[in-house]
């Protein structure tokens, strides 16, 4: 299957300093990566939809001033959250379908904590 | 407004016993349904995908049962094993989307 790789798994920052988390398809291009959300015994929360080569479109209530997503390439996409507060701690997914399927395959997360 | 709902309940089970997870949905017509195991502090992974105009999908121990009627999609898993304790998340898609909407998950126990 289609594989997607995230780093970092996880990150420590202070309040007030931005964190970048990348996200990579590694055997297949993705035109398409969506980023995810997920608070404890939550559901996954869609906050983005990322775009090569264009803008990301943002969920309704997400910043997209403190979310920043770029996608470069069609095989990374980067979350880089800034300014990030305690409210912030959470675990960030991403995903990409693939032209050949119709499912997601995500990547393994990463543990943001603020302190 | 649409809603997925997945039994918030832990499920407990004896090893060997078959587990049955529901997965019920209002307000959608989804084309397609897909069951998810996530296991903690890991992104989903996908398990299996069924169209609206199947009834089952099988694969191993698994089975799918997709009733666009009653709205409703049971997740099976026979000769249950400690090692299938996790928490399970069903996602629609449809509706024009191409984008899935995820439930909140039921965890399943397996007990030796």
């Known amino acids: 299957g289609a594989v997607v790789s995230q780093h970092p798994s996880w990150v420590i920052c202070k309040s007030g300093t931005s964190v970048k988390i990348e996200c990579r398809s590694l055997?297949?291009?993705?035109?398409?990566m969506f980023w995810y959300r997920q608070f404890p015994k939550q559901s996954l929360m869609l906050m983005a939809t990322s775009n090569e080569g264009s803008k990301a479109t943002y969920e309704q209530g997400v910043e997209k001033d403190k979310f920043l997503i770029n996608h470069a390439s069609l095989t990374l996409s980067t979350l880089t959250v800034t300014s990030a507060h305690p409210e912030d701690s959470s675990f960030y997914i991403c995903?990409?379908?693939?032209?050949?399927?119709?499912?997601?395959?995500f990547g393994p997360g990463t543990r943001l904590t603020v302190l | 407004s649409q809603k997925i709902e997945q039994n918030s309940e832990a499920l407990n089970i004896q090893e060997g016993k078959t587990a049955t997870l529901t997965c019920n949905y209002t307000n959608y017509s989804p084309a397609y349904l897909q069951w998810y195991r996530q296991d903690p502090g890991r992104g989903p992974v996908f398990l299996l995908l069924?169209?609206?105009?199947?009834k089952e999908k099988r694969k191993e121990r698994l089975k799918v049962t997709f009733d666009t009627t009653l709205k409703q999609s049971l997740f099976h898993i026979t000769a249950s094993q400690p090692a299938d304790s996790a928490t399970y998340l069903c996602a629609l898609t449809g509706g024009g989307s191409y984008i899935p909407t995820f439930g909140r998950g039921t965890s399943l126990i397996v007990h030796p």
């Open positions: 995903s990409a379908p693939t032209s050949f399927t119709d499912t997601q395959y």
């Open positions: 055997d297949f291009q993705a035109t398409t």
């Open positions: 069924i169209r609206e105009n199947e």
